[in-house]
């Protein structure tokens, strides 16, 4: 799949923009804060309906203007989509082919994408919501369940942990925590089994990748940590084994007022060797555990989808020797790639494909012919 043209509106420091984009190879470099990230942010919100960067919807809206609107028009299966999103302080009007779009997960995973930018580098140092995130933007792409299921998740967290904070007039509400955790237990064990099968392909191919970058030297492992009473997450027992644990741990929730079982708690470990790469690793061996999970997340959605989604490269290729920048340019997906840097001598790896600048929130195609 890939996007041919794209269209910004007051999109951050965008008043009023448009490209086309090549089918293979895009490069595009310009100095610091000129709209290169901001250019992927768009692309990414548009197919995954979340803002890459930390913050809210509408802060993408350019200062001092009522709404922002981003145009992509793609190329998926064979079939031509148009997407359009006006972000507004209040909210966001979605449409794909002219007809209104409210359901987020009717939209994620329509068009796929996967971003590798500086700040996935904390994917393996910093806390478990990182990796959280990491897993739930891949799986969501692949299946809608999933989206639904992590929502009806949080939904009863939500309300479990009112009624476990409650301060008085808690005992009335103890049945229907009944009701709460055994909802939560289906929930959770079906996100875990989703999570597991996810992790478990994700080590072979990451493994792979890591092998080839290390010549040999380097084996990467993932170990899923999910709730304790699981034995092997890829079973299909999870619904009792979570709901059992639920029922132990009851006197302890309510003690604690903390929801102490549930896939919120998951988190993955990476290890190099036998040892988590977190503790262990150095920041040239952590750079090429990113890369090699970011490439195996590429490879499960071109696999399990059929088409190689588009890749989005956020100002990775400085931290990368020439060995690896050629690799990711040219070689790392057989589909799109959208690739932003400040050095255009780095750029001189590229066999084929286009080359643009940005300046001021002004894009420029750049290539010959
Ligand atoms: N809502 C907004 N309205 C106007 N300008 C904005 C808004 N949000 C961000 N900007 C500006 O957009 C500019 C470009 O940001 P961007 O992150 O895309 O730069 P960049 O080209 O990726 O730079 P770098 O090479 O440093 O990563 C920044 O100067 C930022 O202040
Ligand atoms: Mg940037």
Same mark, same amino acid.
């Given at each position: 799949?890939?996007?041919?043209?794209l269209r910004l509106?007051d999109?951050?420091?965008?008043?009023?923009?448009?490209i086309?984009?090549?089918?293979?190879?895009?490069l595009?470099?310009g100095?610091?804060?000129q709209?290169?990230t901001?250019?992927?942010e768009?692309?990414?919100y548009?197919s995954c309906?979340?803002?890459?960067?930390?913050?809210?919807?509408?802060?993408?809206?350019r200062?001092d203007?009522?709404?922002a609107?981003?145009e992509?028009?793609?190329?998926?299966?064979?079939?031509?989509?148009?997407?359009?999103?006006?972000i507004?302080?209040?909210?966001?009007?979605?449409f794909?082919?002219?007809?209104?779009?409210?359901?987020p997960?009717?939209?994620?995973?329509?068009?796929?994408? +996967? %971003?590798?930018?500086?700040d996935?580098l904390?994917l393996?140092? @910093?806390? $478990?919501?990182l990796?959280?995130? !990491?897993?739930? &933007?891949?799986?969501?792409?692949?299946?809608p369940?999933y989206?639904?299921?992590?929502?009806?998740h949080?939904?009863?967290?939500?309300?479990?942990?009112?009624?476990?904070?409650m301060?008085?007039g808690?005992?009335?509400?103890?049945?229907?925590?009944?009701?709460?955790?055994?909802?939560?237990?289906?929930?959770a064990a079906y996100?875990?089994?989703?999570?597991?099968?996810?992790?478990r392909e994700l080590?072979?191919?990451?493994?792979?990748?890591?092998?080839d970058?290390s010549q040999?030297r380097? +084996? %990467?492992t993932i170990r899923?940590?999910c709730?304790?009473s699981? @034995?092997? $997450?890829c079973?299909?027992?999870? !619904?009792?084994r &979570?709901y059992?644990?639920?029922k132990?741990r009851k006197?302890?929730?309510?003690?604690s007022?903390?929801?102490?079982?549930?896939?919120?708690?998951?988190d993955?470990t990476?290890?190099?060797?036998?040892?988590p790469?977190r503790?262990?690793?150095?920041?040239?061996?952590?750079?090429?555990?990113?890369?090699a999970?970011k490439c195996?997340?590429?490879?499960?959605?071109?696999?399990?989808?059929?088409e190689?989604?588009i890749?989005?490269?956020?100002?990775v290729?400085?931290?990368?020797?020439?060995?690896?920048?050629?690799?990711?340019?040219?070689?790392a997906s057989?589909?799109?790639t959208?690739?932003?840097?400040?050095?255009?001598?780095?750029?001189s790896?590229?066999?084929k494909?286009?080359?643009f600048?940005?300046?001021?929130?002004c894009i420029?195609n750049?290539?010959?012919n």
């Amino acid at each position: 799949m890939h996007i041919s043209s794209l269209r910004l509106f007051d999109f951050r420091n965008y008043e009023s923009a448009d490209i086309e984009l090549s089918e293979g190879q895009n490069l595009i470099f310009g100095e610091n804060a000129q709209g290169k990230t901001n250019l992927l942010e768009s692309i990414f919100y548009i197919s995954c309906l979340k803002t890459m960067r930390a913050g809210k919807d509408a802060d993408a809206i350019r200062r001092d203007c009522p709404s922002a609107k981003i145009e992509g028009s793609f190329n998926a299966y064979g079939r031509d989509i148009d997407i359009s999103c006006t972000i507004t302080k209040t909210g966001r009007r979605l449409f794909v082919n002219g007809i209104p779009e409210t359901r987020p997960r009717d939209h994620i995973g329509l068009i796929k994408t +996967v %971003l590798f930018s500086p700040d996935d580098l904390q994917l393996i140092k @910093e806390g $478990p919501a990182l990796r959280r995130r !990491f897993m739930n &933007i891949a799986i969501s792409q692949l299946r809608p369940a999933y989206i639904k299921a992590l929502s009806e998740h949080n939904k009863i967290i939500e309300s479990k942990r009112k009624i476990l904070k409650m301060e008085t007039g808690r005992e009335v509400y103890l049945d229907y925590l009944d009701v709460l955790n055994e909802k939560l237990a289906r929930a959770a064990a079906y996100i875990t089994l989703e999570r597991g099968m996810f992790l478990r392909e994700l080590m072979a191919l990451a493994s792979a990748t890591m092998i080839d970058i290390s010549q040999g030297r380097e +084996v %990467l492992t993932i170990r899923y940590n999910c709730d304790s009473s699981i @034995e092997d $997450p890829c079973a299909e027992d999870g !619904f009792e084994r &979570i709901y059992e644990h639920l029922k132990r741990r009851k006197d302890a929730e309510l003690a604690s007022e903390m929801c102490l079982v549930g896939a919120h708690r998951d988190d993955f470990t990476v290890f190099i060797n036998g040892e988590p790469a977190r503790d262990f690793g150095s920041q040239g061996q952590i750079r090429s555990c990113v890369l090699a999970l970011k490439c195996a997340e590429h490879g499960i959605i071109e696999r399990d989808s059929g088409e190689a989604p588009i890749l989005l490269l956020d100002d990775v290729l400085s931290e990368l020797d020439p060995k690896r920048r050629e690799f990711l340019i040219n070689d790392a997906s057989r589909g799109q790639t959208i690739i932003t840097g400040c050095d255009p001598s780095m750029f001189s790896e590229l066999r084929k494909g286009k080359i643009f600048t940005v300046s001021k929130g002004c894009i420029v195609n750049k290539t010959e012919n």
